[in-house]
């Protein structure tokens, strides 16, 4: 505030007009935000209104519907999480250490409540109706929960001590039951996706707060050794053992579960360089992919967009991860853990999302960050962004 | 806090990993969209089609000039589109609501009535095509039709749509020789692949034997589906093309008159205390082989077939009080002939020189055969031998009993002897029709092919059952607490165990005057003296005369063919004929009913009293008449009239004044003649070309021809429901 009283004084009063503007017009408007991070997001999120638009509007008129219904609920949820994510970025990050805790405790109620009062979605029981037509999904709520919960724990702990030694047994067996609450419990759900997603990002979190190479290796064996056990024994349900076999063989049961996948990989491969233009894709006119405002959006952007704009979806995340990993650089202990935590975050879960439009990962019902029709989840990434901003903002000064 | 060195190399390598990924897609994304060399295509059309069948109306049956039995009426069936339910804001629970209170039954199930089946939705479900509107309730009351059409706001999604069906116009007539209807099943789409739900197939009579005939070929309807099954226009529609129409030899009027003496006949014989269970009536043409009429006794309303039988008037109809309405007894009812067998075993006997026409024979009031006393009825006897004529009129057992004992022992002898016995009394009821089903035009499963015992089926059956007689001997029946009944039912079996097989000459006896396991249906009756005027064809009679097509033109035309001829000469026939003319009065048993009739000399017939084990006797009574003799002086006959009464008596005091009823109206007496002149109808009838019945939906012009797999704009919803409702 001082510098913005004192600079129009510093100018020459003789001059017409100014050479160059003493403050960049975003600088006074967001001072000490990362304007590429805000703008990818934003940018996803309104190529994410196209698409869905796109994927919505005749299906919607033929069953008698406003065609603009997706979109302006999409376009509502956009201005929802724009809202929560101003006021993420104006906290103060030091406050995370305080308010950490609660986050995650909150995730965790939430996450309860599903199974209260919850009501079940495609095979999961991971909703919770609010009324209206609103409802919640707390596991999206929970990524961000359980990577503060861990930011903080690891900080917390980090600073009590001196020496700058990698965190102790202790700290890594207390993070990793911080992570088997919400990762048991939404595998109940039963939400595979959200699980993985999970389970990614802790150990984004874990690689990052700087635990032995063994912790960490020896986690991954463990993950893929109970992935063996869970399909042998039966612990997944039908529909999530069903998805995967349809990954490893496509071409089988073309109308049951691999439908999906054929579907929007004949919408991607029929793209093109350029695409067929918006709505004029006749895969996603038709009608023929399932979901496709939700799990399988990227598959209208292939279609409709081509490479050029598949790639550029690709390339907005590839600037998210950066600037997030950017701001993890510069951050001090927490912030740079939920940095890296956001990061690993989104970024597997659109790799997962558009692994399985691609035909390269199991469909395992996971939305597109900020692109994907959905109100929970574009909430829940908007925080993620705004806390970032608050992190940045904070290092920044 | 780590190293933070280590955390810089952390964080680079999460920066690799992340860039890995991002590689990983964008190589992808790249193959899949412009190096794969076998890029996948959409195979399913854009736009495919759904298939609603319309069902055809079935032919219309009438009788041989050209009435109908069996014609079609239209009615209101109520459907329900559940995908434009859906798409209202409460996903149609007021509708439903609404309709269900006016239907009188609960939203809930009609909601789960219009859900289509699957195996995770179990009955009541719909089990069409889920494009399809779902009919909730067929022949819906006026009231129904006015308040939904009247207030079709309320009612988005409910349709009306009119239906052909079956009608009877005249309940109950001819209900067994026409037949009844139902719906499809999975058995008879396996059948028949060209079935579908929608159809209404023949399941007894006549409507069940020409299905093929009176179905017709089924229209269709092609609705424009979007990938998710949702109807978006219609496409072509062919219309359904309505069965042929069967004519049949039944004349409509004639069977009135015979069913209203039946059924009259019934309360006449129980009012004088007899149980009178059941009864039948068949008039048919000896010079045609065509059946008249055929009635059958207690009977059912067809009509309540249609559309489906509700479960309480089906468990009506099969109750046991109710004693069988279905069964058509004149041509599936087995039973004892009586006396009126004399026919064939006098056949037998004139023609094996074992009886003469012009000899006298002993009609005693008993005889001992094979150890046991046989009486006449009521043992009347004559103190001097008598005629054949009059051992017929009169209707003697015992005069019958010698001869046939006779052939029995002679039989035996040629047995005895290692040759083949004979058994020409058995050849010739064989001859006759008795024993093989008659070759009706009605399912297999609706004629009686009647029976009769000889030394080789005697064999057989008691090869197959002798080890549960003897079983049976031994044990003695420990279950059965009359100690009588116990006793005679041991003593039975261990006759059967030891003697089952052994084919007796009281056993013959009882088969030359119609005992026994002697059993045959009225129709084989009628077919039996069919023969005696028309030089001994015994006919494998027809229902079905004609099948005309839609626009009048006959396509076929159905002619009895001769099943077999019986191998007796014409005067033998015409001395039997001659002999049972009711002219002659008192001495033809029955004709004294019929002593003031103006037309007693025209007609001829034969009574019959068949004893039953446990029951009261069936009283019978063959006719034929008018009749004259042709230039050789062979007998002749227009009609044979075969009638039938169960547990009422003698032939004369039940079917003799049940058969005088329908003489009377045939002739004409003391009113118009329901068959003028007695002559059945000489040609087919014309019949007008029909006005061709079309079924809803109707085709819808608006949308063209599609052909599968072609992409096309989707049509917009609206506009294509209603015209699915129309």
């Not at chain 1, 030091?94 to 909150?106: H, I, K």
């Not at chain 1, 399932?290 to 279609?303: I, M, R």
């Not at chain 2, 000889?454 to 607490?481: H, I, M, V």
């Not at chain 2, 033809?588 to 029951?615: C, M, Q, W």
Request: hydrophobic share 45%; glycine share 10%; charged share 15%.
């Amino acid at each position: 505030m001082t510098l913005l009283a004192a600079r129009p004084s510093a100018r020459d009063p003789k001059a017409p007009f100014a050479l160059t503007p003493e403050v960049l017009p975003l600088d006074r408007r967001a001072p000490g935000y990362d304007r590429m991070l805000a703008g990818a997001a934003l940018a996803l999120a309104l190529i994410g209104a196209l698409l869905v638009w796109a994927a919505t509007r005749d299906v919607a008129r033929a069953n008698g519907q406003n065609p603009q219904g997706f979109l302006y609920r999409h376009l509502l949820n956009l201005v929802i999480a724009s809202a929560l994510f101003v006021a993420a970025a104006r906290t103060d990050a030091r406050l995370l250490r305080l308010f950490g805790p609660f986050v995650y405790l909150a995730s965790l109620a939430g996450l309860l409540a599903v199974f209260v009062v919850g009501s079940t979605v495609n095979g999961a029981h991971a909703w919770i109706r609010l009324g209206g037509g609103f409802e919640l999904q707390p596991s999206e709520f929970m990524k961000l929960g359980m990577i503060v919960g861990m930011a903080v724990l690891f900080a917390q702990r980090g600073a009590d001590r001196e020496e700058q030694l990698p965190p102790p047994t202790s700290d890594v067996l207390l993070a990793i039951g911080l992570v088997t609450v919400p990762l048991v419990l939404v595998m109940l759900q039963p939400d595979l996706g959200s699980a993985m997603v999970l389970a990614s990002a802790a150990f984004g979190v874990l690689v990052a707060a700087g635990v032995q190479a063994r912790w960490t290796v020896g986690l991954l064996l463990a993950a893929v050794l109970v992935a063996i056990i869970a399909v042998k024994v039966g612990v997944l349900a039908d529909y999530q053992l069903a998805r995967f076999s349809s990954f490893t063989r496509p071409g089988h049961d073309v109308q049951g579960t691999a439908y999906n996948v054929t579907q929007a990989h004949i919408a991607i491969a029929n793209g093109g360089l350029f695409g067929r233009g918006l709505f004029n894709g006749p895969q996603t006119n038709g009608g023929f992919v399932p979901e496709q405002q939700t799990d399988f959006v990227y598959s209208v952007a292939g279609e409709e967009f081509g490479l050029v704009g598949g790639a550029v979806i690709i390339a907005l995340f590839a600037v998210l991860c950066w600037r997030g990993l950017r701001i993890a650089r510069s951050a001090d202990p927490a912030g740079r853990l939920v940095a890296v935590g956001v990061v690993c975050w989104l970024a597997f879960q659109a790799f997962q999302n558009i692994g399985m439009n691609l035909g390269l990962t199991p469909v395992t019902g996971l939305p597109l960050p900020f692109v994907s029709y959905g109100g929970s989840s574009m909430f829940a990434q908007g925080l993620a962004i705004g806390l970032l901003q608050a992190v940045h903002r904070r290092s920044a000064s | 806090m780590a190293d933070p060195r280590l955390v810089g190399r952390r964080l680079g390598l999460i920066g690799v990993l992340v860039a890995s990924l991002v590689v990983t897609l964008l190589g992808r994304l790249y193959y899949v969209q412009l190096l794969d060399p076998n890029k996948p295509v959409q195979t399913a059309g854009f736009v495919h089609d759904g298939l609603v069948v319309v069902p055809a109306p079935r032919g219309e049956i009438v009788d041989a000039r050209g009435r109908p039995l069996v014609k079609n009426t239209s009615a209101q069936v109520l459907t329900v589109n559940r995908g434009a339910l859906q798409a209202l804001p409460d996903e149609g629970t007021a509708v439903l609501t609404r309709l269900a209170q006016l239907l009188g039954t609960t939203a809930a199930l009609l909601a789960k009535e219009i859900t289509p089946c699957s195996p995770t939705v179990p009955a009541p479900c719909w089990t069409g095509q889920p494009y399809e509107p779902v009919p909730v309730a067929t022949t819906v009351p006026t009231s129904v039709v006015l308040d939904v059409s009247e207030h079709r706001e309320q009612y988005p999604g409910v349709a009306l749509q009119t239906v052909t069906l079956p009608q009877y116009p005249d309940g109950s007539l001819a209900a067994h020789v026409l037949g009844y209807t139902g719906a499809v099943n999975e058995a008879d789409k396996k059948q028949n692949t060209s079935l579908s739900d929608a159809d209404t197939i023949g399941r007894t009579g006549l409507q069940a034997q020409y299905d093929s005939v009176l179905r017709g070929v089924d229209g269709s309807q092609t609705m424009l589906l979007d990938p998710r099954g949702e109807v978006v226009g219609q496409g072509t529609s062919r219309a359904a093309v309505q069965g042929d129409t069967l004519v049949t030899s039944i004349d409509a009027d004639v069977q009135k008159l015979v069913e209203q003496s039946l059924a009259q006949q019934i309360a006449d014989s129980r009012a004088k205390g007899k149980p009178a269970t059941s009864g039948s009536v068949v008039v048919m043409d000896p010079n045609t082989g065509r059946i008249l009429a055929a009635a059958s006794y207690p009977t059912y309303d067809p009509q309540l077939f249609v559309g489906g039988i509700s479960a309480k008037d089906y468990a009506t109809l099969t109750a046991p009080s109710a004693n069988d309405p279905l069964l058509n007894r004149a041509i599936a009812g087995e039973y004892a002939p009586g006396s009126t067998f004399k026919l064939i075993t006098t056949s037998s006997a004139v023609t094996h020189d074992e009886l003469s026409l012009t000899g006298t024979y002993p009609c005693p009031g008993s005889m001992t055969i094979d150890g046991r006393v046989k009486t006449n009825f009521d043992s009347e006897s004559f103190g001097a031998p008598i005629s054949l004529q009059d051992a017929l009129g009169y209707s003697c057992d015992t005069f019958f009993y010698a001869p046939a004992a006779a052939e029995y022992y002679a039989d035996q002898a040629r047995v005895a002897a290692g040759q083949k016995p004979n058994e020409w009394l058995q050849k010739t009821a064989a001859a006759y029709g008795v024993g093989r089903a008659p070759g009706v035009d009605l399912p297999a499963g609706e004629q009686g092919a009647g029976s009769y015992a000889d030394r080789e089926t005697r064999l057989a059956r008691w090869n197959a059952n002798k080890a549960q007689y003897c079983a049976d001997a031994k044990k003695g029946f420990p279950t059965e607490s009359d100690p009588a009944q116990r006793q005679y039912l041991t003593q039975l079996a261990s006759e059967n165990c030891t003697d089952g097989w052994r084919y007796r000459a009281g056993d013959n006896a009882d088969m030359a005057i119609g005992q026994g396991e002697t059993t045959m249906s009225p129709l084989q009756l009628a077919l039996a003296y069919s023969a005696m005027f028309n030089g001994g064809k015994v006919w494998q009679p027809t229902l079905g005369w004609g099948v005309v097509d839609g626009s009048g033109k006959v396509v076929q035309t159905i002619k009895p063919k001769v099943a077999s001829t019986v191998p007796v000469r014409q005067d033998v026939y015409n001395y039997i004929a001659n002999s049972l003319s009711f002219s002659r009065g008192w001495a033809v048993s029955g004709a004294f009913a019929y002593l003031d009739s103006p037309y007693r000399n025209e007609i001829g017939g034969k009574t019959g009293t068949a004893e039953v084990f446990g029951h009261q006797d069936t009283s019978w009574l063959t006719t034929w008449g008018p009749v004259s003799h042709d230039a050789k002086g062979n007998v002749k006959a227009q009609l044979v009239v075969v009638g039938m009464v169960e547990q009422a008596g003698t032939g004369a005091t039940a079917a003799g004044p049940m058969l005088k009823r329908v003489w009377d109206g045939l002739f004409g007496v003391g009113r118009p003649s329901v068959l003028p002149g007695i002559k059945p109808a000489a040609t087919l009838p014309h019949l007008t070309p029909q006005v061709r019945v079309t079924t809803a939906p109707a085709p819808a012009k608006r949308g063209a021809a599609t052909s599968p797999g072609l992409p096309m704009p989707i049509v917009p919803t609206h506009a294509a429901r209603t015209g699915a409702n129309r």
